[in-house]
């Protein structure tokens, strides 16, 4: 498995399922053209953009392309890698016919193709160290959800590092992971109720 830095963007759960079997990264799934109305996970995209980058991998349909050039065009700035896959054609095990264009998807091309899809974009493992830590049970116990007051403090904690404010608990988790490890969170999160100890 290869850890790569930035944040990957793909079509659908199962080219998430995928690629997360050869890659440690953090993933978004679109929900194909869904990603047109879901303003939360743009801001997402668009956070992860400045942050680390991002890679979008959509199927090389024309789907897949107005997919992929809606969310080049609504990142703005930030760093953006296009990584392709080639024209297979063949339909994915788990359907009972191919797609419109008849064209393998994400999910349904073998692993040393994918790898090497990213090789020539330029995108090779990363150097960084372990994977961090934090887990959504990380967040329970530091309060930042289960609890009266962790949505407040977790909308606090998010505006502290510059996060957009609707995140789920489990992008919330992912977004962390890439910014440090819990024992960071929990001196952050301390803080913070220091600093507003009505929560």
Do not use: W
Not at 28 to 44: A, M, P, R, V, Y
Not at 63 to 80: E, N, P, Q
Not at 110 to 126: C, H, N, P, R, Y
Not at 135 to 146: Q, W
Request: aromatic share 6%; with cysteine; charged share 30%.
């Amino acid at each position: 498995m290869i850890k790569i830095d930035e944040a990957i963007i793909v079509e659908g759960k199962y080219d998430k399922i995928k690629l997360a079997s050869i890659v440690d990264a953090v993933i978004i799934i679109t929900n194909g053209f869904g990603i047109f109305k879901d303003s939360e996970k743009l801001e997402l995209i668009r956070y992860y953009a400045k942050k680390t980058g991002i890679i979008i991998l959509t199927d090389s349909d024309a789907a897949g392309r107005k997919i992929r050039g809606y969310i080049k065009g609504a990142v703005g700035s930030g760093k953006v890698t296009n990584v392709y896959i080639p024209d297979v054609f063949g339909k994915e095990k788990r359907k009972t016919k191919p797609s419109a264009e008849g064209k393998l998807g994400v999910e349904g091309i073998d692993v040393q193709t994918l790898l090497s899809a990213f090789e020539k974009s330029g995108i090779t493992a990363s150097e960084g160290g372990k994977r961090s830590d934090i887990t959504k049970m990380t967040l329970y116990e530091l309060g930042l959800s289960g609890g009266d007051n962790s949505r407040e403090l977790r909308e606090r904690l998010q505006h502290s590092l510059g996060l957009p404010k609707q995140l789920s608990a489990g992008a919330l988790v992912e977004v962390l992971c890439t910014m440090m490890d819990s024992a960071e969170l929990a001196r952050i999160t301390q803080k913070i109720k220091e600093e507003y100890n009505g929560i």
